[in-house]
T-cell receptor
Framework: AQKVTQAQTEISVVEKEDVTLDCVYE???????LFWYKQPPSGELVFLIR??????QNEISGRYSWNFQKSTSSFNFTITASQVVDSAVYFC????????????FGIGTKLQVIP | DAGVTQSPTHLIKTRGQHVTLRCSPI?????VSWYQQVLGQGPQFIFQ???????GRGNFPDRFSARQFPNYSSELNVNALLLGDSALYLC??????????FGPGTRLTVL
């Protein structure tokens, strides 16, 4: 069985602060994908990143960075210099690689960036 | 290119009724998945279709069914609606085994 845990249900930060969203996962698969999605108030899930379990390199994309540590089954997401537009619910997710692709989501972390 | 489209955007039904939700995938994507997102929760997997065949089913009752058409669009049907079926229903399309791109969802309210 697959499971994704996002222990932080809500986080508030002041604009320009850095914030890290935690994600811990469980899977028996040896190969898998990890994802982060953003869900603004409009409701549409916006794809942010996919990480293959083979690749433990950290990734940076603008103000976003991801820290994948297979040893601790964690895939944390950091926003640097947060902005009001970053306010949304962020979901960490997990799927098997190969075969059909059921995606298991965490409960989400609601991020509020205060101006 | 157009993204995933879903219709309708909002829907209000009463208990016991039937509902059909529709999804058109991104051009070139042959796989469609359906998710239910109850308020305050993450999306829960309902079905996945690839090339018109069901590839996976989540833990949902038989009242939920789906199908995929030759043009890869899909319908999700829910019979005998319950209050607990009120949720945002999300459709996602993907090329086989690649990342899923989600549509804007259909918000279903059951009264």
């Amino acid at each position: 069985a697959q499971k994704v845990t996002q222990a932080q249900t809500e986080i508030s930060v002041v604009e320009k602060e850095d914030v890290t969203l935690d994600c811990v996962y469980e899977t028996r698969d040896t190969t898998y994908y990890l994802f982060w999605y953003k869900q603004p108030p409009s409701g549409e899930l916006v794809f942010l990143i996919r990480r293959n379990s083979f690749d433990e390199q950290n990734e940076i994309s603008g103000r976003y960075s991801w820290n994948f540590q297979k040893s601790t089954s964690s895939f944390n997401f950091t926003i640097t210099a947060s902005q009001v537009v970053d306010s949304a619910v962020y979901f960490c997710a997990l799927s098997r690689s190969g075969g059909y692709q059921k995606v298991t989501f965490g409960i989400g972390t609601k991020l509020q960036v205060i101006p | 290119d157009a993204g995933v489209t879903q219709s309708p955007t909002h829907l209000i039904k009463t208990r016991g009724q039937h509902v059909t939700l529709r999804c058109s995938p991104i051009s070139g994507h042959k796989s469609v998945s359906w998710y239910q997102q109850v308020l305050g929760q993450g999306p829960q997997f309902i079905f996945q279709y690839y090339e018109k065949e069901e590839r996976g089913r989540g833990n949902f009752p038989d009242r939920f069914s789906a199908r995929q058409f030759p043009n890869y669009s899909s319908e999700l049907n829910v019979n005998a609606l319950l209050l607990g079926d009120s949720a945002l229903y999300l459709c996602a399309s993907s090329k086989k085994d690649n990342e899923q791109f989600f549509g804007p969802g259909t918000r279903l309210t059951v009264l």
